[in-house]
């Protein structure tokens, strides 16, 4: 019976160093914060402060977190996207809150809580992670935003609605890292669309025409929209549909494909000028969510071509059949260069894909030197972004 019993001891302390163990570990990829927020009371409603106070709390105890990964300089650097990107879903990082203390302030105008907030320190690496990856490899890229869409239910390119989910787009873009093109650039394409009299333009000729501008993205939109009337009830609705599809414009490859809605509620008589607010309004809310969807897409996209290297493409002129074969050879057989792809083999011209960790300047020296090990000479004719274009001096011109 004692044996038993001393069993039974030592399998629940055996048990309870696990679990103390598991805590320990637990813990550690958690940062355990005080955190304080504060809100309005508007119209007396008490319980509205109360929630969002509670969730600015949350909000300041991420940052709080934030703060304990990044030095000064990475957090000052990145502020913005770290604002827009992370604390703005703030309550995913927080893995449980106690009260400490709450009420109304002594103005009794506000209502302030304070928080001990365990925040997820694996989750803010990861999601850090994610956005100085993006925020680095997509820093120097050209992206062109298009309105584009063949679908007749579609609002006008001019529509108010339109240019506020435009605005909401660009400034996403923006703090993600990208170089946006001006009003004037994308006007020229527009131009060219209406030009052209087609309203079915397919996406090549779009992306034929961001790449003409020197666009490294073509970013392409459209808004469905939509509103319902009251139909006995209190409110009308106004609708909208974003959808945006990046393209690579030297590639042609789709990079990514959202869609997302936002609805708006308006009063049950809304007027004209209510109508276009609120599809306005819908639009946006259906833009910001799209634009976050399309931001992490890009960045995943980007990614997985980053564990490749960068994509070029690459053209030799004016080299015969057993030249060419050279050329081939020593692409496939050099280290670095990854998933080589012929593109085009015709008479005096070659073209090839292929990834590589070097930069264009430092492949570019790199084809020539070993090129001329076999012979063959290069003259460097372009070497625009990731498209190089070499020609052979000895071929007649």
Same mark, same amino acid.
């Given at each position: 019976m004692n044996a038993i019993r001393t069993i039974i001891v030592w399998l629940q302390a055996f048990a309870l160093s696990l679990a103390l163990s598991f805590a320990v570990t637990h813990q550690a990829a958690a940062i355990e914060v005080e955190a304080e927020g504060a809100a309005a009371i508007l119209n007396n409603n008490m319980a509205g402060a109360r929630k969002q106070a509670l969730l600015n709390a949350q909000r300041n105890a991420v940052e709080q977190g934030v703060g304990v990964i990044l030095d000064s300089k990475s957090l000052s650097e990145n502020f913005q996207l770290i604002r827009d990107k992370v604390l703005t879903s703030s309550q995913g990082f927080v893995r449980r809150y106690s009260i400490v203390s709450e009420g109304v302030t002594a103005d009794k105008n506000s209502y302030r809580i304070k928080i001990k907030a365990s925040v997820s320190q694996d989750l803010l690496k990861d999601r850090l992670s994610a956005l100085r990856i993006l925020h680095q490899a997509m820093g120097n890229k050209r992206v062109m935003v298009v309105y584009h869409s063949d679908n007749p239910n579609a609002l006008d390119r001019t529509h108010g609605a339109n240019r506020a989910a435009l605005q909401t787009i660009r400034d996403a873009l923006n703090s993600a890292g990208f170089r946006l093109f001006n009003e004037a650039a994308t006007e020229r394409v527009y131009r060219q669309i209406e030009r052209a009299a087609r309203v079915d333009r397919p996406v090549d000729d779009l992306i034929a025409m961001a790449l003409d501008q020197r666009a490294d993205l073509l970013v392409r939109f459209e808004n469905i929209a939509g509103q319902r009337g009251p139909k006995g009830g209190l409110f009308s609705a106004a609708f909208a549909t974003i959808r945006i599809s990046v393209f690579e414009t030297t590639t042609g490859r &789709?990079?990514?494909?959202?869609?997302?809605?936002?609805?708006?509620?308006?009063?049950?008589?809304?007027?004209? *000028?209510?109508?276009?607010?609120?599809?306005?309004?819908?639009?946006?809310?259906?833009?910001?969510?799209?634009?976050?969807?399309?931001?992490?897409?890009?960045?995943? *996209? *980007?990614?997985?071509?980053?564990?490749?290297?960068?994509? *070029?493409?690459?053209?030799?002129?004016?080299?015969?059949?057993?030249?060419?074969?050279?050329?081939?050879?020593?692409?496939?057989?050099?280290?670095?260069?990854?998933?080589?792809?012929?593109?085009?083999?015709?008479?005096?011209?070659?073209?090839?894909?292929?990834?590589?960790?070097?930069?264009?300047?430092?492949?570019?020296?790199?084809?020539?030197?070993?090129?001329?090990?076999?012979?063959? &000479?290069?003259?460097?004719?372009?070497?625009?972004?990731?498209?190089?274009?070499?020609?052979?001096?000895?071929?007649? &011109?």
């Open positions: &789709q990079v990514s494909d959202s869609q997302a809605e936002g609805k708006q509620l308006l009063q049950a008589r809304a007027g004209p *000028y209510d109508w276009e607010k609120g599809l306005a309004d819908a639009a946006i809310k259906a833009a910001r969510q799209a634009s976050d969807e399309t931001t992490d897409k890009i960045a995943k *996209y *980007y990614r997985q071509v980053g564990d490749e290297g960068f994509n *070029y493409l690459i053209v030799f002129r004016g080299f015969n059949d057993d030249e060419k074969d050279l050329i081939l050879d020593h692409l496939e057989s050099t280290p670095g260069f990854t998933n080589l792809s012929e593109l085009k083999n015709t008479i005096d011209y070659l073209e090839v894909e292929l990834f590589s960790s070097q930069e264009a300047s430092r492949l570019r020296r790199m084809l020539r030197a070993g090129l001329k090990e076999k012979g063959i &000479q290069l003259q460097t004719q372009s070497t625009a972004r990731n498209r190089l274009v070499f020609s052979n001096p000895d071929a007649r &011109q």
